[in-house]
């Protein structure tokens, strides 16, 4: 769930004052003082700049059209900035979220898809962009399978897991710094052990047991063994409660966007027009310690005086710097988890039978292709959509013997034949996406102690890095990639304002 996304006993999620809103409220008035008037040179609305080999120096390229890259350039815009270009490898807008078109017009999200309480950012973006939202429909039973087995039972939107756990794991949590956790004095012991160390030294059930080993492969894309205690905690911390983290009612799954979470980045691409260039994949960034920097594509060099590289750190990886990053840039770049992608199915019906037999669509399965199914239908239920997280490694290769393989589970868990006539059938496989490697960064124990996390936000000459990875709250998640995204923004307009005024002050 983590990709994308408070009960009894939860807290609010804490955002410090110096990160968020406030942070970028400030910021903004910055801008308003000059920097719109630095950017624009004093004319009327300009055409988006070419830069691609005619010698123009933009003031800011940016890369990736993700939800942080075209925040930073709706941002740049809002200033009055018309110097500045947003280059995309991709033939789409939306980096890790994406729609699945279905019949009569209607979508089903293929990414990232869910917000909750606490997640401000993201849904203050989708108001000013006039993107209504609306609630999960969990109501109902869900099923969980095993071999042969089945049990029922009706979730009521929460994680069904032992009170006094939840309160113990909440617990240690708050004990967390609510910013760069790993900074902490205690963050090492934390870190040395996984989730899975932390649980067995508890009287876990097997049934609790089972629901956290589902809980971190949806969060985190990753088994238990293999996330770090101090990640799942700071997330837990951010979102003020395992339940608000795992959960549907009140809590991250809970709220779903009109039109589909890739909707944020079409509306913010179709207002920047030419700013914004598709099928553009960066290959070499030169003289970034210059005070212009070359940025290499297919399609002609770029030039500008700021690059905000808005892409997670593995991709980074992917591309040549001149000169060299530092050393410890390059190791974070190159040992950046990217073990967490995710395959996720749609399957479609003439409408959502299953709420009339008293059934939510939920179903978590231990073995099998099936990791967890949902109700995914529009809001006016015109179409029935059974979203699901797959083991893509389990599911026929064929795409027909695939939907079959689904239908049968759907159809003998609800004990509805009707689940075997689906209208279409959608699959997402993450992990084959060239662009993104990894949806969620998943941090096996000793990974943020290691001395690493302070080159991942900390500019390097022109470079500004950003991407949810980036965020100091919500980081993983769409809520953390709109946040780094006004970041980059806010970094990029100071540093052309400072170098605006050192030249007034030269002259």
Wanted: glycine fraction near 10%; hydrophobic fraction near 40%; charged fraction near 20%.
């Amino acid at each position: 769930m983590g990709a994308d996304a408070a009960g009894p006993g939860a807290h609010p999620a804490v955002e410090p004052p110096d990160t968020g809103r406030r942070r970028w409220l400030q910021g903004a008035a910055v801008m308003a003082s000059g920097l719109a008037a630095t950017a624009t040179a004093g004319a009327g609305p300009r055409p988006a700049p070419q830069g691609d080999g005619d010698g123009e120096v933009l003031d800011v390229l940016i890369i990736g059209a993700g939800l942080a890259g075209l925040t930073a350039a709706r941002d740049l815009h809002r200033a009055g900035n018309r110097r500045f270009l947003v280059l995309e490898a991709r033939d789409r807008v939306g980096g890790r979220t994406l729609n699945h078109q279905l019949r009569d017009g209607q979508i089903s999200e293929a990414g990232g898809q869910w917000i909750g309480p606490g997640q401000t950012a993201v849904a203050d973006l989708a108001r000013e962009l006039e993107i209504g939202t609306f609630k999960s429909d969990y109501r109902g039973r869900g099923v969980y399978c095993m071999g042969q087995g089945r049990v029922v039972e009706d979730t009521h939107g929460q994680v069904d897991m032992d009170p006094r756990l939840v309160a113990e794991v909440d617990a240690l949590a708050r004990s967390l710094r609510p910013v760069r956790p790993w900074a902490a004095p205690e963050a090492a012991a934390l870190d040395k052990l996984s989730m899975a160390d932390w649980l067995a030294r508890r009287h876990v059930s097997e049934q609790d047991m089972l629901t956290w080993q589902f809980a971190s492969v949806l969060t985190m894309g990753t088994s238990l063994a293999q996330v770090s205690l101090l990640q799942y905690l700071s997330l837990i911390r951010y979102a003020g409660g395992f339940q608000t983290l795992e959960g549907q009612k009140d809590a991250a799954q809970e709220t779903r966007f009109i039109g589909g979470s890739q909707r944020l980045s079409i509306r913010m691409a179709e207002a920047l027009k030419d700013f914004v260039r598709l099928k553009t994949p960066v290959t070499r960034i030169a003289h970034w310690d210059q005070p212009v920097t070359e940025v290499h594509t297919p399609q002609g060099v770029f030039r500008a005086r700021r690059v905000i590289v808005a892409l997670s750190p593995s991709l980074c990886h992917r591309l040549a710097f001149e000169p060299v990053l530092p050393a410890d840039r390059q190791r974070l770049q190159r040992l950046w988890p990217t073990h967490g992608p995710f395959a996720k199915t749609a399957m479609v019906y003439p409408e959502p039978f299953w709420f009339a037999k008293g059934y939510n669509g939920q179903i978590g399965c231990v073995d099998g292709p099936v990791i967890w199914s949902y109700d995914n239908s529009p809001p006016d239920q015109r179409l029935g959509v059974i979203n699901a997280f797959v083991r893509i490694g389990e599911m026929p290769g064929d795409p027909a013997a695939a939907r079959q393989r689904l239908a049968t589970i759907y159809a003998e868990a609800m004990q509805d034949k009707r689940f075997l006539a689906p209208l279409e059938f959608h699959l997402q496989d993450w992990g084959q996406e060239p662009y993104t490697l990894s949806c969620v960064p998943p941090m096996a124990p000793g990974f943020l102690t290691s001395g690493l996390m302070p080159a991942l936000t900390r500019n390097l000459g022109s470079l500004i890095w950003s991407g949810t990875e980036t965020a100091d709250l919500w980081y993983g998640y769409m809520d953390g990639a709109v946040r780094s995204g006004h970041t980059a923004a806010l970094v990029a307009l100071q540093a052309l304002q400072s170098r605006q005024a050192g030249r007034e002050v030269s002259a």
